[in-house]
């Protein structure tokens, strides 16, 4: 019996030494994320001249849900992005019947073609623990709906006096004001496979568009890659 009562004791013992070293549940956290970025369009008209920067931005709202007692956590939420290209190719409706990449003819001080996304992230996230400043390595999808797309332009009219419109704009120098909202040939949703990687609040993002962005012209096989600071606020 006396044996019995050890073994037990034993037994125990050793099982409330190895809970002692078995790591507590992670706290949920990294809800609110926003991120600043710099588009690096691929594909684009072989005459198309970019500006160097190409500012984007996007916030998402996240749970996080952690898995048992690991350092991993799976997460989802909604967000928002907007992309932009600046450039001095015109996107309007062409001659031959749908919206395309125009090249504008004369000067301008700004031409751009937004596009804002309403966002479904979802995360694989990694991150140490007990730290001051955690590290993480956070990778997964982004499912997006185009809820905007528009044009802007500030320059002069003859820039665009070869673009179609509603109503044509007469060849001169006098600057005119463009901002058009009702764009064709552009794809309503986008695919895109996001990371981040950084210690403490601040770290580097990363975002691959998997899908074609516009259709049916010539530059359907466009796409971003965004590079940019994500802030985790809390």
Same mark, same amino acid.
């Given at each position: 019996?006396?044996?019995?009562?050890?073994?037990?004791?034993?037994?125990?013992?050793?099982? &409330?030494?190895?809970?002692?070293?078995?790591?507590?549940?992670?706290?949920?956290?990294?809800? $609110?994320?926003?991120?600043? $970025?710099? +588009?690096?369009? &691929?594909?684009?008209?072989?005459?198309? %001249?970019?500006?160097?920067?190409?500012? /984007?931005?996007?916030?998402?709202?996240?749970?996080?849900?952690?898995?048992?007692?690991?350092? $991993?956590?799976?997460?989802? /939420?909604?967000?928002?992005?907007?992309?932009?290209?600046?450039?001095?190719?015109?996107?309007?409706?062409?001659?031959?019947?749908?919206?395309?990449?125009?090249?504008?003819?004369? +000067?301008?001080?700004?031409?751009?073609?937004?596009?804002?996304?309403? +966002?479904?992230?979802? &995360?694989?996230?990694?991150?140490?623990?007990?730290?001051?400043?955690?590290?993480?390595?956070?990778?997964?999808?982004?499912?997006?709906?185009?809820?905007?797309?528009?044009?802007?332009?500030?320059?002069?009219?003859?820039?665009?006096?070869?673009?179609?419109? %509603?109503?044509?704009?007469?060849?001169?120098?006098?600057?005119?004001?463009?901002?058009?909202?009702?764009?064709?040939?552009?794809?309503?949703?986008?695919?895109?496979?996001?990371?981040?990687?950084?210690?403490?609040?601040?770290?580097?993002?990363?975002?691959?568009?998997?899908?074609?962005?516009?259709?049916?012209? &010539?530059?359907? %096989?466009?796409?971003?890659?965004?590079?940019?600071?994500?802030?985790?606020? $809390?």
């Amino acid at each position: 019996m006396k044996r019995i009562l050890l073994l037990v004791a034993c037994f125990l013992g050793i099982a &409330q030494v190895s809970s002692a070293f078995d790591p507590p549940r992670m706290h949920p956290t990294d809800r $609110f994320i926003v991120t600043v $970025f710099s +588009d690096i369009w &691929q594909n684009v008209p072989e005459r198309m %001249d970019k500006k160097a920067i190409q500012r /984007g931005m996007s916030f998402k709202a996240m749970q996080d849900m952690p898995w048992g007692r690991s350092n $991993f956590s799976l997460a989802t /939420g909604i967000g928002f992005t907007s992309n932009n290209l600046y450039s001095d190719h015109y996107f309007g409706y062409t001659p031959n019947g749908h919206y395309d990449f125009y090249r504008l003819s004369g +000067d301008y001080d700004k031409n751009k073609l937004s596009l804002n996304y309403l +966002d479904v992230p979802v &995360q694989i996230r990694y991150r140490t623990r007990n730290l001051e400043r955690n590290f993480r390595i956070y990778v997964g999808l982004k499912a997006s709906y185009l809820v905007n797309a528009h044009t802007k332009y500030y320059g002069k009219a003859s820039s665009v006096t070869n673009i179609y419109f %509603d109503t044509p704009f007469s060849p001169g120098s006098r600057s005119i004001k463009i901002k058009e909202h009702k764009l064709e040939n552009i794809n309503k949703h986008k695919i895109s496979m996001t990371g981040m990687l950084g210690v403490g609040s601040v770290n580097i993002y990363l975002s691959y568009a998997l899908t074609s962005i516009f259709e049916d012209n &010539q530059s359907e %096989d466009m796409f971003p890659i965004s590079l940019g600071v994500s802030v985790i606020l $809390f």
